[in-house]
């Protein structure tokens, strides 16, 4: 079984400044994919950021990077430039690769960290 | 846009009520699933579905059924409510098998159960 840990449960930034959210993650599969999603306060959950494990190149999405360190199985998330929009619940989260035949694929997701981006 | 609509933002029902959640997407995908939220844990999967009719267990099912019998709606029932499934509760949905397919959540609804 996968599992997901997110040792930051709450974080501040100014805003302009640079902000790093932790994510470990335990698994035994070889090729997998890591997501960061995003949970404003209206609740809707987004999509961030994802990260296929094969590929060595950080994703980047914008003002979003991810630091991926396979060996060390951490998965963290860069926010440059805060803003006041991204006030949010952040969830890192995985999903194998592999699929058995007649099922989905499912996401397991870490606690999160609430991050508040301060004026 | 894909939609994932939740037929309820705000629920309150007493002990032993039976429940039902509804969720409806509007993009025909394969897969839909529930998730509960709690602070401090997360998401967590109750069930999910891969196809009409067809269901599987998540990591926390007790306490829950599901229904699927029609492609875009996916409903999640308490069959007699307990005040500890008082919780945010998560729909979304992806398209086909591929990992690269990203899930589209719902507003989520929350159940209070007094």
């Known amino acids: 079984a996968q599992t997901v840990t997110q040792s930051q449960p709450e974080m501040s930034v100014q805003e302009a400044e640079t902000v790093t959210l932790s994510c470990t993650y335990d698994?035994?599969?070889?090729?997998?994919?890591l997501f960061w999603y995003k949970q404003p306060p209206s609740r809707q959950m987004i999509l961030v950021i994802r990260q296929e494990a094969y590929k060595q190149q950080n994703a980047t999405e914008n003002r979003f990077s991810v630091n991926f360190q396979k060996a060390a199985k951490s998965f963290s998330l860069k926010i440059s430039d805060s803003q006041l929009g991204d006030t949010a619940m952040y969830f890192c989260a995985f999903m194998k690769h592999a699929l058995s035949s007649g099922s989905a694929r499912q996401l397991t997701f870490g606690s999160g960290t609430q991050l508040t981006v301060l004026p | 846009d894909v939609k994932v609509t939740q037929s309820s933002r705000y629920l309150v029902k007493r002990t032993g009520e039976k429940v039902f959640l509804e969720c409806v997407q509007d993009m025909d995908h394969e897969n839909m699933f529930w998730y509960r939220q709690d602070p401090g844990l997360g998401l967590r999967l109750i069930y999910f579905s891969y196809d009409v009719k067809m269901k599987e267990k998540g990591d926390i099912p007790e306490g829950y059924s599901v229904s699927r019998e029609k492609k875009e709606r996916f409903s999640l029932i308490l069959e007699s409510a307990s005040t500890n499934q008082t919780s945010m509760y998560l729909c979304?949905?992806?398209?086909?098998?591929?990992?690269?397919?990203?899930?589209?959540f719902g507003a989520g609804s929350r159940l209070t159960v007094l």
């Open positions: 979304a949905s992806t398209l086909g098998s591929s990992g690269a397919n990203v899930l589209t």
């Open positions: 698994t035994s599969e070889n090729n997998y994919y």
